[in-house]
Nanobody, 121 residues
Framework: QVQLVESGGGLVQPGGSLRLSCTAS????????MTWYRQAPGKQRELVAG???????DYADSVKGRFTISRDNAKNTVYLQMDSLKPEDTAVYYC???????????????WGQGTQVTVSS
């Protein structure tokens, strides 16, 4: 069984910063891409940032220059540093990891439970 647990969400004023973390635990052989998504009320879930197994990164245009994704493979953890936050960043943030549980099994997607980020004065 694999579990992804997120932390770091909360309430912050516009212009502030938050750092989200997502750690995978359980029977894990290898982790590929790690990705952050978000879903605002009444909107579809959207990709925020992703990092490959070789640490190549990509960002949604709306967060480029403000958010930074990173990973710690030894800790099975992905981070999202969010700076210069705006009210439109308010959403539930979800992490996703593509991982395999043995050398012979395929990669499957796993999701965290979500963490609320609210940007408001």
């Amino acid at each position: 069984q694999v579990q992804l647990v997120e932390s770091g969400g909360g309430l912050v004023q516009p212009g502030g910063s938050l750092r989200l973390s997502c750690t995978a635990s359980g029977s894990i052989f290898s982790i590929g891409a790690m990705t952050w998504y978000r879903q605002a009320p009444g909107k579809q879930r959207e990709l925020v940032a992703g990092i490959s197994s070789r640490s190549s990164t990509d960002y949604a245009d709306s967060v480029k220059g403000r958010f930074t994704i990173s990973r710690d493979n030894a800790k099975n953890t992905v981070y999202l540093q969010m700076d210069s936050l705006k009210p439109e960043d308010t959403a539930v943030y979800y992490c996703n990891m593509a991982l395999t549980q043995s050398a012979w099994s395929r990669f499957n997607d796993y999701w965290g439970q979500g963490t609320q980020v609210t940007v408001s004065s």
